[in-house]
């Protein structure tokens, strides 16, 4: 089965740490994606990729960090700059040839630093 | 500036039918998409929407029209698995992002 998983479910940290959120895909999507989503908000972009060793920030990357090594990895790592790192991060994948295609999502990662 | 607007939550009844609306403002347009999500689980793509007009998927629908910035999504025979959040994002024009907006929680009841 073709589809996006990211690991683990539930993570929690002290404060001052860096942790990496993993997300892996074999849906042989060329863009991904990693979303940070808060009560009451929308999702919003931390950072993309459309392609292998190429990424982009979206609206909140201070205080996070990605890589894009392989097609099918795209890793997340929440740094300690991060002021407010306690959320539910989702990474999701899409084709990269058409607006049409919608973005599938992993189950997400429920971050808590305390 | 880019806005998509939402109610924060519904309420309605098994059974019934519920329309959720959307409306945006945003520097360019490049179509409409609408998610399910369970809260604590991934959204699920529902629907997609680029020229004015109503798609029918099933018991959901849903409604464009670009003058108006707005959309709707349509459920129809309500199910207690329809309790959710419904999420409503824009792509932006020449780029492959989406705006969100923060969701409408449908509570369904018996």
């Known amino acids: 089965d073709g589809g996006i998983t990211q690991s683990p479910k539930y993570l929690f940290r002290k404060e001052g740490q860096n942790v990496t959120l993993s997300c892996e895909q074999n849906l042989n999507h060329d863009a991904m994606y990693w979303y940070r989503q808060d009560p009451g908000q929308g999702l919003r972009l931390i950072y993309y990729?459309?392609?292998?060793?190429?990424?982009q920030k979206g609206d909140i990357a201070e205080g996070y960090s990605v890589s894009r090594e392989k097609k099918e990895s795209f890793p997340l790592t929440v740094t300690s700059a991060q002021k407010n790192p306690t959320a539910f991060y989702l990474c999701?994948?899409?084709?990269?040839?058409?607006?049409?295609?919608?973005?599938?999502f992993g189950p997400g990662t429920r971050l808590t630093v305390t | 500036g880019q806005n998509i607007d939402q109610p924060t939550e519904m309420t309605a009844t098994e059974g019934a039918i519920v329309q959720i609306n959307c409306t945006y403002q945003?520097?360019?347009?490049?179509?409409l998409f609408w998610y399910q999500q369970h809260a604590g689980e991934a959204p699920t793509f529902l629907s997609y929407n680029v020229l004015d007009g109503l798609e029918e998927k099933g018991r959901f629908s849903s409604f464009l029209s670009r003058s108006k910035g707005y959309s709707y999504l349509l459920l129809k025979e309500l199910q207690m698995k329809d309790s959710a959040s419904y999420l409503c994002a824009v792509r932006d024009q020449g780029n492959y992002q989406l705006i969100w907006g923060a969701g409408t929680k449908l509570i369904i009841k018996p």
């Open positions: 999701a994948s899409s084709r990269r040839d058409s607006s049409s295609y919608e973005q599938y």
């Open positions: 990729s459309q392609i292998v060793n190429d990424f």
């Open positions: 945003t520097s360019g347009f490049n179509g």
